[in-house]
């Protein structure tokens, strides 16, 4: 996310959408504890990283790595918490 964002609404956003990945019972199964958001881990010059944890099955981590991508992605753009400026995304 752009530095200088709302970095409390950002994590709070995160959050959610890891909560709902932990709450969807099709991918329910494959995780094996709640989403821990560990807090802001570092600041750039354009740029914040939030970072949290989520335990997984290990035959299922790349996947549910990239669907809680793909919704922390949506949410964050839902919120309206612009990018970092010259961002591409992954």
Do not use: C, F, N
Request: negative net charge; charged residues 30%.
């Amino acid at each position: 996310m752009a530095r200088g964002a709302d970095l409390p609404l950002a994590t709070r956003t995160v959050d959610h959408a890891a909560q709902a990945l932990y709450q969807d019972e099709q991918w329910r199964p494959w995780l094996l504890d709640e989403p821990e958001i560990w807090g802001v881990e570092g600041l750039g010059p354009a740029s914040a990283t939030i970072r949290l944890g989520l335990k997984t099955r290990p035959s299922k981590r790349d996947e549910v790595a990239r669907e809680l991508r793909a919704r922390v992605d949506g949410a964050i753009e839902q919120a309206g918490i612009r990018p970092p400026s010259g961002a591409q995304a992954t």
